[in-house]
């Protein structure tokens, strides 16, 4: 494997769930995060916990389809971008919850699996571009989500 490529899937595994020196990860911002936490909201129209997973999870699922220059497929949920989760917060289950984090693991390990698998030729810049972005994307909304539980009731 080639320096370049290490350093994308260290860049990506870092942002997602390996320890990094910034603090916590997308994954670990999620940990221990309850299906009511993950439904609260800060406001009527502002997303919450659940739909920014959901939406980093959608975003891996179009760079890697990018990267391999695929056409649109099907994510896995109806929809694209932001999906809304759940629509009540009473409506909140664990187990529903877990199924998403699921979502957003299994997106996360065929993205790194891409990349992995990837000849050198492919690494062009722009699809170096696409893989430091999702890196990026996941601290993001990380950030976010950690905003987020220290503002949840």
Not at 2 to 10: A, H, K, N, P, Y
Not at 38 to 51: C, L, T
């Amino acid at each position: 494997m080639s320096v370049i490529t290490l350093m994308l899937l260290d860049g990506l595994d870092e942002a997602f769930d390996k320890k990094s020196w910034h603090g916590p990860n997308l994954r670990g911002a999620i940990r221990g995060v309850t299906a009511v936490q993950a439904a609260w909201r800060p406001a009527g129209d502002r997303h919450n916990i659940w739909e920014l997973t959901l939406h980093a999870a959608y975003w891996k699922y179009v760079v890697r389809r990018k990267i391999l220059r695929e056409k649109r497929g099907s994510f896995v949920l109806v929809g694209s971008n932001f999906f809304e989760r759940p629509e009540d917060e009473a409506a909140a289950a664990e187990a529903e919850w877990k199924r998403d984090i699921a979502i957003l693991e299994a997106e996360h390990r065929k993205l790194r699996d891409t990349v992995a698998n990837l000849p050198a030729r492919a690494f062009t810049p722009a699809v170096r571009h696409l893989i430091r972005g999702a890196a990026a994307h996941d601290l993001y909304h990380a950030g976010q989500i950690r905003l987020l539980r220290r503002m949840c009731p």
